[in-house]
């Protein structure tokens, strides 16, 4: 495994500055959230700025990146290119950095839907990619106190305002962030 430093350098070289901007403070947030709640510090940094590596890739080389890799889109993955990043970049930081970690890969892979049974780093970083310091959304200081209080609310909070704004855009919810959000209200109970 390289350098973060190097990982960084790669980077401001596949993306605009706005989404350098954000890797960098995302990957510092991963840190923050990884220190507090006891996960992979190391591990949180290098998923934090790579979780965007392809992210401004044409969508026709994220295809031949993921057919390469042997992933298979379903019909819903296939009408969601927004999606495609985090499953080309777990490809991406796999099979071209050879990033062999199952960890790692599965932060990246699921950093935009969550899924059920997430791991804590992949909750890290599916929660540092809302907080970091440059996001100004609405609820984002919201979103960013939960996160302080607790991952498990950060989580709720985070797959609710997904599902609920693409609900409201009438597009389509991934498989994977219904399951999320199950698996949170299940566990509320």
Known sequence: MSSFEEY????????????????????????????KYGADVKKAQIAGILHDIT?????????????????????????????????????????????????????VRYHTTGRANMSLLEKVIFIADFTGEERDYP????????????????????ITFSITDLIERRLAVATDSLDAYNEIVINKR
């Open 55 to 107: 992210k401004e890739m044409p969508i026709d080389e994220q295809l031949q990146l993921m057919k390469k890799s042997g992933i298979i889109l379903t019909d819903l993955q296939m009408l969601s290119p927004k999606l495609w990043h985090s499953i080309s970049g777990a490809c991406y930081i796999k099979n071209i950095l050879g990033i062999d970690d199952d960890d790692i890969f599965n932060a």
């Open 8 to 35: 960084k350098a790669l980077i401001k070289t596949k993306m605009g500055e706005k989404r350098y901007i954000h890797s960098v403070n995302m990957a510092k947030q991963a840190v923050h959230l990884a220190e």
């Open 139 to 158: 609820g984002a200081d919201e979103m960013k106190a939960a996160a302080e209080e607790s991952l498990e609310k950060a989580m709720e909070i985070g």
